[in-house]
């Protein structure tokens, strides 16, 4: 079963036509066309939430959050079994893990899209909230990477690129 799926997405990735992006720190949905179809970007921003006790007594807990404007991506892409990117850093010869980071962010009360970042409480120590979606990548080109994700469902996501040193994010939805 493993075989035969493998064997099916090595067949697809052979259809993708497009090109590497013309700038490094680009990411777009690959497909049959060269230019492939561009996410929408974005800056995401960080806000602090704490429960009332830590307002009232100093004891607590407060959450950290992504936030990024809007409901939904301008970027749609239909589910599928994988889904292609192509993004062009600087170099392709750093793993792909260490400058790409894949996540899902979920409607808010107030119609923006968020993450959790970080929690932490007075008692306890601080957790790191981000849950980091899998992702295979592979050289693409001469200094990008071929992103392949499986099996997203209907959502938000976005990319954070180059090891998280900025607020942009790379948005798309799943439908």
Known sequence: MFLAVLTNLRGLTQNIKTTEPEFSGTIVFADTTSSGKNLETATMTVKTKGNASLYITGIGKAT???VVKGKTSTCILAAQPALYFVYRAESNSINPKDVIQLVRFTPSKDGNRVMPIVSAST????????????????????SSYLVSVADLAPGEYGFSLDKERTYTVHLFTVR
Do not use: I, P, Q
């Not at 306890?124 to 050289?139: G, I």
């Open 123 to 142: 008692f306890s120590s601080t957790s790191n909230e981000v849950a980091y979606l899998d992702f295979s990548a592979k050289k693409y080109g001469k």
């Open 64 to 66: 950290s959050f992504g």
